[in-house]
């Protein structure tokens, strides 16, 4: 695949996407509805432009030749990943607080 991820580019179109994955167009559009962690945004035409995360998850879909399934299962896992250390660092804050606290009432 031979797509630019340079920090100036923030969005590529469905067209580039398609050519750079050697896919139609359809099938990009079909693995944004399936996939909820694609999030691409819509232009003032209403043409899908995805951002480099985006390019990513793609990438992890089509390289590492997931079925459907498959590639939803592993990007829901890697969401709960994200969200369990997201659980974990509030609940260490809060911990973190409530120490302080006790310090200062010492």
């Known amino acids: 695949m031979h797509i630019e991820l340079s920090?100036?580019?923030?969005?590529f179109s469905i067209g580039e996407l398609a050519r750079a994955f050697n896919v139609n167009a359809s099938l990009i559009r079909f693995w944004d509805k399936e996939f909820d962690i694609l999030k691409p945004k819509k232009n003032a035409k209403g043409n899908r432009m995805f951002t480099p995360?985006?390019?990513?998850?793609?990438q992890l879909v089509k390289?590492?030749?997931?079925?459907?399934?498959?590639?939803?299962?592993?990007?829901?896992?890697?969401?709960?990943?994200?969200?369990?250390?997201?659980?974990?660092?509030?609940?260490?804050?809060?911990?973190?607080?409530?120490?302080?606290?006790?310090?200062?009432?010492?």
């Open 7 to 11: 920090p100036d580019k923030r969005y």
């Open 53 to 58: 995360e985006d390019v990513k998850n793609l």
């Open 63 to 106: 390289e590492r030749g997931f079925t459907l399934d498959g590639a939803k299962t592993h990007l829901k896992e890697g969401q709960k990943k994200t969200l369990d250390k997201f659980d974990i660092i509030t609940k260490l804050e809060t911990i973190r607080m409530q120490l302080t606290e006790i310090k200062n009432h010492l």
